[in-house]
């Protein structure tokens, strides 16, 4: 995902430095990301970890002299649990149309009445599309046009932000007198800021009609690997995989990196996604999955709506199986539903997850289950967590 979001970043004319903030430890793994992308990019890249989980608002307030170094005239600010096809140049240009006086762009979207609820609600006024009201959430409908979670924003922004936080600390300064409770320093951006700025000119919305989708469940992985896959049908059809001579047969849109071993006569897609050094065995077939770096697919088993995860082996005749998770396909403005993991007192029907390290045996049968790392199945499961 982040892959995704960096690269639209670095095609934006006078990007001079991508930041991403976080309150994870960095590793190994994100150093060596952050150090590949920059020399692919060819644009200066870095993490900056907080304290503490500050929200949104808050992470970008603690590091703002570092944002602000070097006197940027605007920045963009996006959230990585979304996939879209990134309209910044689009928004940029819908920036510069209006003006200085304002401090922000907010990205925005149409979804159907029920699901709008789910989201943060933008209410504009269609002639100079400025925000006049701004809902998280809202328990009745507001409004069906919903915000993404990208952002166009001046410097004005931090000044709205650091009146929200010297109120939030005289709050704090009072709750620890009077009842000796330390209040979390979290500052978000919907509730806290943009509920205060709508309706003051302040704010701006640009609608897209692009796709857009969140990323808050393992099913729509899935389902966002196949939106960026159809995106590279059009922007970029040298990275997919193609039909030729003494290769797996390919249907539809399907990325298969370089290192990738896989038999002639494995038939792969629509909309699958193969990792770095997979090996995939003879008469395998792979269907709306993402197979990542390492795994191994032995002869002739099927893998169908399914994660596989690094380094996990499914065996010869087995199959891994899950149930899609897409949007209403009758309903242009729907979006892809968070399903909760449980429901009716049993596991949500959803794709077929493998953690990493995981061993599927032979002649098995694996459907609509979560199968933690370093696991060795011995039989076959459906609608299960596997411990």
């Known amino acids: ?45 870095r993490y900056l970890q907080e304290f503490a989980a500050l929200g949104t608002g808050g992470g970008i307030y603690h590091f703002r002299d570092q944002i602000l170094s070097g006197g940027p005239a605007a920045f963009f600010l996006m959230n990585a649990d979304v996939c879209s096809e990134f309209p910044l140049q689009e928004m940029l240009r819908f920036h510069r149309q209006h003006g200085k006086n304002h401090c922000g762009v907010l990205l925005g979207t149409t979804a159907n009445r029920t699901q709008s609820l789910n989201y943060g609600c933008i209410v504009e006024n269609h002639e100079t599309n400025e925000v006049l009201h701004f809902v998280e959430k809202p328990s009745t409908f507001v409004s069906d046009i919903i915000n993404c979670g990208i952002y ?40 806290d800021i943009f509920t205060t700025l709508a309706g003051q000119k302040k704010l701006f919305v640009y609608k897209t009609q692009h796709f857009w989708s969140q990323i808050k469940s393992a099913g729509s992985a899935i389902y966002a690997s196949r939106l960026y896959l159809k995106q590279y049908h059009q922007a970029h059809p040298e990275r997919l995989a193609t039909n030729q001579d003494g290769t797996p047969k390919i249907i ?3 990325y298969i990196h370089p290192t990738a071993n896989i038999h002639p006569s494995a038939v792969l897609g629509p909309n699958v996604s193969i990792g770095k050094g997979v090996t995939i065995g003879g008469g395998v077939r792979v269907r709306e999955s993402i197979v990542l770096h390492g795994a191994v697919l032995q ?89």
């Open 1 to 45: 995902m982040l892959q995704h979001n960096i690269e639209a970043c670095a095609q934006v004319p006078d990007m001079k430095e991508i930041i991403l903030i976080g309150f994870y430890q960095p590793n190994d793994e994100l150093n060596c990301f952050i150090s590949s992308a920059q020399q692919e990019l060819k644009i200066p890249i």
């Open 152 to 191: 166009l924003f001046t410097q004005d922004i931090f000044g709205h932000i650091g009146t929200v936080f010297q109120r939030n600390q005289q709050e704090r300064i009072q709750e620890e007198l009077t009842n000796g409770k330390q209040m979390p320093e979290v500052i978000r951006l919907e509730q």
């Open 252 to 254: 539809g849109d399907v």
């Open 299 to 387: 002869d002739h088993c099927c893998v169908l709506n399914s994660i596989v995860g690094w380094d996990s082996t499914v065996g010869k005749w087995a199959r891994v199986e899950g149930t899609p998770s897409d949007p209403n396909p009758n309903d242009p403005y729907a979006k892809i539903d968070s399903e909760t993991l449980f429901r009716d007192g049993g596991l949500t029907p959803s794709i077929t997850i493998l953690g990493c390290s995981v061993n599927i045996p032979s002649e098995v049968i694996i459907r609509n289950s979560i199968v933690l790392p370093h696991k060795d199945l011995n039989r076959s499961f459906q609608n299960q967590i596997i411990l």
